[in-house]
């Protein structure tokens, strides 16, 4: 059996071999590093859905149902008269938002998750409109009953009373919709009119909304104005429109955006649900700057490199040092280099990511180091291996903190190690390879 392990060919394919059962532990750290994620998810879901979720906020917007009689034909083959309802929804001419939005961290096990509370102001106006631009009989226009819809996310977020100033009259808010053409979940006011609007209606209110994570706003007005501050430091503006202005210091943000009805791909109004305006929202999103599982994730794609890398280490130190180094010897290794990225993530969820990697990584070439010294029987060659896996570790820490660059200073680097390689084995003979002369017995 110890002729056959001296065997260089037979030595190549048993690491070979090893290597791909090694990857099989390496996709389970993978996995795992999957479901770590998962459960942060969840942790996040169960908080937001009892303080509340992410918000998005559509309004006001103004509609007036229509009633249009239409001759339906009978199985018998008579007539009859059938009455069909349909909204007209009117956007604001103007539509301005301001307020204070104040985040809160809370703690769900290991996880953190971002709530919020919100002091918002709208204010604006509608425009008169003309009803046969749409083909619509304003004989057939309900005005009775028309009424103003708020669109929001989640109602358990609404943390006061909602009263809505129209012109001179104030009007509580009543919970549900009477159309979801446009949102699905809000508030909503009836607001008769007595006539077709030939004249400004200017509005105004106040809402206090609690969330989590995010803040969205649909650019509804003609012209849509919204100005946020907030404590918090680490704002990632998302959405479809970028703030115009902003400041981000120790103290917080500020934001301003300003949105034209020509920056959006719907009309001020229109009959029905033919539009959706969900792809046009923009705001804040105040999650947590925490990529620890993506940057676990990136490391662990490069198990196949450490794994490979040390192996040949170990081959090469077999080949020119006529020592011996058992199949067993490099399973134990190689559990090691899988050990570390558990060690990584589960420091990691502790502690800052650097400071994770770097206390997973001196534990790992601390064991690994001393491992050598007791199978290869000497402190240079231990002492070498080690340097090589402190590079090594150094390389891919240094990889994964770029964005733009990761690709080719990885691609250079791989490039780098296959040309040391090559000149380290080009004196090798491999037709006349003999490990007779092992250092071990």
């Given at each position: 059996m110890?002729?056959?392990?001296?065997?260089?060919?037979?030595?190549?394919?048993?690491?070979?071999?090893?290597?791909?059962i090694?990857?099989?532990?390496?996709?389970?750290?993978?996995?795992l590093?999957?479901?770590?994620?998962?459960?942060q998810?969840?942790?996040?879901f169960?908080?937001?859905?009892?303080?509340?979720?992410?918000?998005?906020?559509?309004?006001?917007?103004?509609?007036?149902?229509?009633v249009?009689?239409k001759?339906?034909?009978?199985?018998?083959?008579?007539?009859?008269d059938?009455?069909?309802?349909?909204?007209?929804?009117?956007?604001p001419?103007?539509?301005n938002?301001?307020?204070?939005?104040?985040?809160?961290?809370?703690?769900?096990?290991?996880?953190?998750?971002?709530?919020?509370?919100?002091?918002?102001?709208?204010?604006?106006?509608f425009?008169?409109?003309?009803?046969?631009d749409?083909?619509?009989?304003?004989?057939?226009?309900e005005?009775?009953?028309?009424?103003?819809?708020?669109?929001?996310?989640?109602?358990?977020?609404?943390?006061?009373?909602?009263?809505?100033?129209?012109?001179?009259?104030?009007?509580m808010c009543?919970?549900?919709?009477?159309s979801?053409?446009?949102?699905?979940?809000?508030?909503?006011?009836?607001?008769p009119l007595?006539?077709?609007?030939?004249?400004?209606?200017?509005?105004?209110?106040e809402?206090?909304?609690?969330?989590?994570?995010?803040?969205?706003f649909?650019?509804i007005?003609k012209?849509?104005?919204v100005?946020?501050?907030?404590?918090?430091?680490?704002?990632?503006?998302?959405?479809?429109?970028l703030?115009?202005?902003?400041?981000?210091?120790?103290?917080?943000?500020?934001?301003?955006w300003?949105?034209?009805h020509?920056n959006?791909?719907?009309p001020?109004?229109?009959?029905?649900?033919?539009?959706?305006?969900?792809?046009?929202r923009?705001?804040?999103?105040?999650?947590?700057?925490v990529?620890?599982?993506?940057?676990?994730?990136?490391?662990?794609?490069?198990?196949?490199?450490?794994?490979?890398?040390?192996?040949?280490?170990?081959?090469?130190?077999?080949?020119?040092?006529?020592?011996?180094?058992?199949?067993?010897?490099?399973?134990?290794?190689?559990?090691?280099?899988?050990?570390?990225?558990v060690?990584?993530?589960?420091?990691?969820e502790?502690?800052?990511?650097?400071?994770?990697?770097?206390?997973?990584?001196?534990?790992t070439?601390?064991?690994?180091?001393?491992?050598?010294?007791?199978?290869?029987?000497?402190?240079?060659?231990?002492a070498?291996?080690?340097?090589?896996?402190?590079?090594?570790?150094?390389?891919?820490?240094?990889?994964?903190?770029?964005?733009?660059?990761?690709?080719?200073?990885?691609?250079?680097?791989?490039?780098?190690?296959?040309?040391?390689?090559?000149?380290?084995?080009?004196?090798?003979?491999?037709?006349?390879?003999?490990?007779?002369?092992?250092?071990?017995?």
């Open positions: 110890k002729n056959l392990f001296q065997n260089v060919f037979f030595k190549m394919g048993m690491i070979f071999v090893l290597i791909l090694l990857l099989i532990p390496a996709i389970m750290v993978q996995n590093i999957h479901e770590r994620m998962t459960r998810d969840d942790a996040v169960e908080v937001s859905s009892k303080h509340a979720e992410s918000q998005s906020i559509t309004g006001p917007v103004l509609t007036i149902p229509y249009v009689n001759q339906v034909k009978n199985p018998d083959g008579t007539y009859r059938k009455k069909e309802r349909f909204y007209y929804h009117i956007l001419e103007e539509l938002i301001e307020g204070e939005v104040t985040p809160e961290k809370r703690k769900r096990g290991i996880f953190e998750v971002v709530v919020y509370g919100s002091d918002l102001n709208f204010s604006g106006r425009d008169s409109y003309r009803f046969d749409l083909g619509i009989n304003e004989d057939e226009l005005l009775n009953k028309a009424f103003v819809t708020i669109g929001i996310t989640d109602l358990k977020g609404v943390t006061d009373q909602v009263k809505i100033k129209m012109d001179d009259s104030i009007v009543n919970p549900g919709l009477l979801d053409d446009i949102v699905s979940s809000g508030l909503h006011i009836r607001y007595d006539g077709i609007p030939t004249k400004k209606i200017n509005f105004n209110f809402l206090a909304l609690n969330g989590s994570e995010k803040l969205m649909a650019p007005g012209v849509t104005n100005d946020i501050t907030s404590p918090w430091q680490e704002p990632s503006f998302d959405g479809n429109f703030p115009s202005k902003r400041k981000v210091d120790k103290d917080g943000f500020t934001a301003t300003k949105v034209l020509l959006r791909n719907y001020q109004s229109w009959v029905g649900s033919k539009h959706h305006i969900s792809g046009s923009f705001g804040v999103n105040m999650r947590l700057p990529d620890v599982y993506q940057k676990s994730m990136r490391v662990a794609k490069y198990a196949l490199l450490f794994i490979v890398l040390t192996y040949l280490v170990f081959f090469f130190v077999e080949i020119l040092n006529r020592i011996l180094i058992h199949p067993i010897q490099y399973v134990l290794v190689g559990i090691a280099l899988v050990l570390f990225y060690l990584m993530l589960a420091f990691s502790q502690m800052y990511f650097d400071l994770a990697y770097v206390l997973a990584a001196f534990m070439i601390g064991l690994i180091f001393l491992y050598c010294r007791s199978i290869l029987k000497s402190w240079g060659l231990a070498m291996t080690a340097s090589i896996l402190t590079i090594l570790y150094g390389f891919i820490f240094i990889i994964i903190q770029m964005q733009d660059y990761a690709l080719l200073f990885g691609s250079l680097g791989v490039f780098l190690i296959l040309a040391i390689t090559m000149y380290f084995s080009r004196k090798v003979d491999w037709f006349d390879l003999k490990k007779g002369d092992s250092k071990i017995e």
